[in-house]
């Protein structure tokens, strides 16, 4: 029971952070360091990845429509855009798939410290800041996700490579990315969502095949709490998903940033000293 109450924690984490540009991966990583779960060190490595399936259910419940090339209630032409944002999704995440492939297990290794997550949040919460001044007077060129062409997906996609590190932020790298480059804050988000489905799907299907190939069985209290934890996060997510979109539309990011690097400096005192 006590196991199962730690997962709710977790997933609540994760339903929250998954969205929010304030990273999943680096607040998962500093919950481990004052609550730890009682599952094996394999199990765990595909435990904080594989609970971002729960959220990411939350986008295609939410977003089921916009998504659905199949939908009766659309017509041919919005079938055929509906296609070509499918298109643009799956070229958007081809940059961080190759580069997640091929450094994962380096990554794992060496940047998963708490130091590491420390940095990245104060780094890209002045990011944030300083972008937001540097667009406050400027009016976004993308306006609608599906005006978002192949060149500006794939440049979506290029940032979001440094969401590999943790601490950076997946929504926070892609967002601020789109901004960047020109696309307004809500169809940045959108397309944000909708890269994670295919990039969580392969990201736990990854660790879930390095799982069963360590051996290393799952207990039953290992995967009542993988469960719990993506039931969870699925829940919390619709609400923050929700939350967001309509907080993106009248409001810039610089209060994450300030989250951020207030996050960022505790830690990293707490740690070094």
Not at 54 to 76: C, D, T
Not at 200 to 215: E, N, P, Q, R, T
Not at 233 to 240: I, M, P, Y
Request: charged share 10%; glycine share 8%.
């Amino acid at each position: 029971m006590i196991e199962l109450l730690k997962a709710v924690l977790f997933g609540i984490v994760e339903g929250v952070t998954e969205w929010l540009p304030i990273s999943s991966t680096g607040h998962l990583i500093l919950l481990n360091e004052f609550i730890t779960l009682n599952i094996s060190e394999e199990f765990g490595k595909m435990f904080d990845v594989v609970i971002q399936l729960g959220a990411i259910l939350a986008v295609i419940v939410l977003f089921f429509h916009k998504l659905n090339p199949f939908s009766p209630s659309k017509s041919a032409p919005q079938k055929r855009q509906t296609w070509q944002l499918w298109f643009k999704v799956i070229a958007a995440i081809i940059p961080s798939g190759v580069v997640g492939v091929l450094f994962d297990d380096w990554m794992e290794a060496h940047l998963h410290t708490a130091v590491v997550v420390a940095v990245a949040l104060i780094v890209y919460g002045a990011a944030f800041i300083l972008v937001e001044r540097a667009n406050a007077r400027r009016t976004p060129t993308v306006q609608d996700v599906y005006a978002i062409d192949y060149k500006t997906a794939l440049l979506i996609g290029a940032f979001q490579c440094l969401s590999l590190i943790p601490g950076t932020s997946r929504s926070g790298s892609t967002i601020l990315g789109a901004i960047l480059i020109g696309v307004g804050r809500s169809a940045g988000a959108e397309f944000s969502f909708f890269m994670a489905i295919p990039t969580m799907l392969g990201a736990s299907a990854i660790k879930g095949l390095k799982f069963l190939m360590s051996g290393v069985a799952a207990t039953a209290t290992e995967l009542g709490v993988l469960i719990v934890g993506c039931v969870v996060s699925f829940l919390v997510s619709l609400l923050v998903i929700r939350g967001l979109m309509e907080y993106v539309r009248n409001h810039s990011f610089s209060a994450f940033g300030i989250y951020r690097i207030v996050l960022g400096i505790v830690v990293l005192v707490y740690f070094l000293l």
